[in-house]
């Protein structure tokens, strides 16, 4: 059975804690209660944080000799996490890992000076790698359709519940912009009846009200109508095939069959479709603001890098199209 982001969460922090020196623990525990109590961090989140920090402190062990305690920590200059970091690129991690891996250390480095625990200035003396700006990808409205149309797969040998579960889970993204997390944590005490909307609790604990247009509601209606399983009121609504909790990876290993079937790129993912659904509104006209309340991003910069993807596909169709282009 896959193990939900909690338990994720948990051997990750589990695994930290018992790599690291003593003191080191001591204060990664109270760090990882700050993050899941005080900044309300997913667990998916905390997963990441925990795991990133363990590899600095990993790589750190092998650069000094030893688990390094808080003390050795604070002693630390700039040329030691700048061989930590030339350490995990000659592994060919990416510039953007790197990026993550010096702020989960600096994160817990705040942390340590907050509490007294001492100061270790040579991460703020570091400057993280540069990484080039990528623009999301979103697919075509056609495309964006085509995946969340059970008809798509009919061609599939597998049982028309599926079809109909996979198809309602990615309408959700597509006709919701939800994240695929999102999506699998609804319950169907959350959509019953007639509801045309659904409180969304997003990164950080943030509640948010999603509207549910009509055909998002009536694949999820197909699919509830067609699951063999009985789907109580707080339990998972999207089940797997042996009654459990649906896991991501099915919808994402459903997603690639379907890009070879479509002929779309590799970056026509689950995810896709949240791009795609705040590129097309956008697009429609949509306001700014009502497009980040919607994907719950918490601030508007976040949102507005879909106005370069707008512009970038306005320009692509111009030097396609004009004839002097």
Known sequence: ????????????????????????????????????????????????????????????????????????????????????????????????TLVRLLAAARSFARHLEREGEGRVGALAAVRAPKVGKTLPKPVSVDAARALADPATRAGEDRAPWVLARDAAVLALLYGAGLRISEALSLTPAMIEGDADQVTILGKGGKARMVPLIAPVRAAIADYAALCPYVLAKDG??????????????????????????????????????????????????????????????????????????????????????????
Not at 42 to 66: I, Q
Not at 268 to 294: C, K, N, V, Y
């Open 1 to 96: 059975m896959a193990m939900s982001d909690q338990e994720k969460a948990a051997r990750a922090e589990g695994a930290l804690l018992a790599a690291a020196a003593p003191d080191v623990a001591r204060a990664a525990r109270a760090w990882l209660d700050r993050l899941a109590h005080e900044r309300r961090l997913s667990p998916k989140t905390r997963e990441a944080y925990a795991r990133d920090l363990s590899v600095v402190l990993a790589r750190l062990r092998e650069h000094l000799g030893a688990p390094p305690r808080l003390a050795e920590l604070a002693a630390l200059g700039p040329a030691d996490v700048r061989a930590v970091l030339a350490a995990r690129r000659a592994d060919g991690v990416a510039p953007r």
């Open 236 to 325: 998972p609504l999207f089940r797997g095939a042996k009654g459990a909790k649906l896991s991501p990876r099915i919808v994402q290993a459903a997603v690639e069959r379907m890009r070879g079937a479509l002929g779309l790129p590799a970056s026509a993912t689950p995810h896709a479709l949240r791009h795609s659904f705040a590129t097309h509104l956008l697009a429609r006209g949509g306001d700014l603001r009502s497009i980040q309340e919607l994907l719950g991003h918490a601030s508007l910069s976040t949102t507005q890098i879909y106005t370069q993807v707008d512009q970038a596909a306005l320009m692509t169709a111009y030097k396609a199209a004009h004839p002097r282009a």
